[in-house]
């Protein structure tokens, strides 16, 4: 009888500007699932019928309140009953920053505002999914004891928390109401999310990749992405880091404590690149602390024109000689520019796209070699 194969899978299923990602490792007759976040809510109908198909997670992750990432799961929790089951669910709300800002040293505390219930916390308290069970207090934080070490998951999965820590969900009490109302969370608040317009485009028709790469780097500041859940995981002998939206510095600090450098970089089979590939999310620090081949970006380009040219062009330029792949769960204008035969010779690269918009990108860990 042939014995059933190993699988280590990300698929970036199509999430309009934000992601939707489902991560699945295990045997072929005893796959196992982790859902990482849910897109808008466009996106969530389309998803649907696949999350009823899964039935159940191992893990479900709400990487941070930012309305690409998260809008999805408030027509999720409406249904009765839900369409799948979880057997845990990470997200950090309200109680969660206000016990991180009680870990601080008073002198760091941030003054408390009102609280405001979301609607993303009263689904998960109706789900009764274990929330944030791997972590006594509650936190999903890298300064929680648990982080110390790799979580495990059945079927040979182990996560490493690498965002965000304590100061960086402390920082995001001060504006929490505001940002629930920007990301339609709050339950007084429709469902609708203002759209924004991306100011300062790059003219991508005169692109320089030497030039791109050589632009000072200004790192992400915004407080919901510096609370991004951003994780390493990994499953028969393969390492994926799902970056979330977290600031660049929050990882670097983590993989420097994990012992990778400029002169031992960590391996990696893969990065899902931070904040579908903004330039004020991949450091050109950040890269010379991973050993890694393949970049997947999940964005359809819309509201913010991500990924910047500048953020490929770092990934290109910190690593010429070795053949890379760019993975693309859209083809749009801002990642169709590099698929450019002189560009692709010139710095070793190729691309992938989905054949159609409707089905995403999957990258099989296994078959990468």
Known sequence: MKSASPIFRLTMHPASDGDALLLSWGKSTDLRHALIDFGRTKDYRRLAPLLRRVREFDLVVLTHIDADHIEGAVPLFRERPLPFSANQVWFNGYQQLEAANDRLPSSERETLGAKQAEKITVGIINSKWRWNAAFSSGIVSTDSPEAKASIPFDGGLSLKLLSPDDRKLALLLPTWEAELKKAGLRTTDPDEVEESLAAGRVNLSTMNVEALARLPFKEDTTKPNGASIAFLAEASGKRILLAGDAHPGVIERALRARSAS??????????????????????????????????AFSTDGTRHDHPDPEAIARILVADQHRPKTLVFNFRQENTEIWDDENLKKRWNYDCVFPTNNSAGASIDLLEAG
Do not use: Q
């Not at 991949?282 to 602390?289: D, I």
């Open 262 to 295: 400029e002169a031992a970089p960590l391996r990696l089979d893969c990065l899902k690149v931070s904040h579908h590939g903004s330039k004020a999310n991949t450091s050109p620090t950040l890269l010379k602390l991973i050993d890694c081949t393949c970049f």
